[in-house]
């Protein structure tokens, strides 16, 4: 499984666009690569999901450049409930029976 | 649906005693997970099943630990005996093994083992 790295926190105002970034070096061809998002005392929330380019659900954007060593997690316009834990994990083809292996994570902070 | 039912949602025990954690994944769902988080060692898998049959149990600290899935609605995660160190939040998820890497998580067990 390939590892990544991603900041441990950032901090951000309300109605900004948050940027998250991932770097995953090792990802090998057929690894996808999944956003969770976890609130305190609450079970880690699936947020998106790609394997290149860009992905756009109703909650965020997932960009992926061609090398796809790296991916960028974008929250609009973020407000005080968006803050929380932000998990990149970097797995094996599309298959939901595959483990997941979380890292630290990015908690994010969202002020008024 | 109701999501991934976890049953107790927090447990104080002594030492020694013996833990049942319960598990009742989304209907339909045939793969179940158990992973327990920590504040040092973050989310870690511990086992997981696949239409009731456990796949990979490389994850389960000791021999403390087993986990049974009887059928396809319920799983339980037993601690014999418990020690302090087992004290972290255990959560169960569930999925469909057809669908993206989308796991569904319960709301996590508080274990405090004194």
């Known amino acids: 499984l390939a590892k990544t790295t991603q900041p441990i926190s950032m901090d951000s105002y309300e109605g900004q666009e948050v940027n998250i970034t991932c770097s995953h070096n090792n990802i090998a061809t057929n690894d996808y690569i999944t956003w969770y998002q976890q609130f305190p005392s609450q079970g880690p929330r699936f947020i998106i999901q790609?394997?290149?380019t860009k992905v756009t659900n109703e909650v965020a954007s997932l960009f992926i450049p061609a090398d796809r060593k790296s991916s960028t997690l974008s929250l609009p316009r973020v407000s005080l409930s968006d803050t929380a834990v932000y998990y990149c994990l970097v797995g094996e083809g599309n298959q939901a029976g595959t483990a997941l292996i979380f890292g630290k994570g990015t908690t994010l902070s969202v002020s008024s | 649906d109701a999501g991934v039912i976890q049953s107790p949602r927090h447990e104080v025990t002594e030492m020694g005693q013996e833990v049942t954690l319960r598990c009742k994944p989304i209907?339909?769902?045939?793969?179940l997970f158990w992973y327990r988080q920590t504040m040092m060692r973050g989310l870690e898998l511990l086992i997981y099943f696949n239409n009731n049959v456990p796949i990979d149990d490389s994850g389960m600290p000791e021999d403390r630990f087993s986990a049974k899935m009887p059928n396809a609605s319920f799983s339980t995660l037993k601690i014999q005996p418990s020690e302090p160190r087992d004290s972290a939040v255990y959560f169960c998820?569930?999925?469909?093994?057809?669908?993206?890497?989308?796991?569904?998580f319960g709301p996590g067990t508080r274990l405090l083992v004194l």
């Open positions: 790609g394997y290149k």
């Open positions: 209907s339909g769902h045939d793969y």
């Open positions: 998820a569930s999925t469909i093994g057809s669908q993206e890497r989308a796991q569904y």
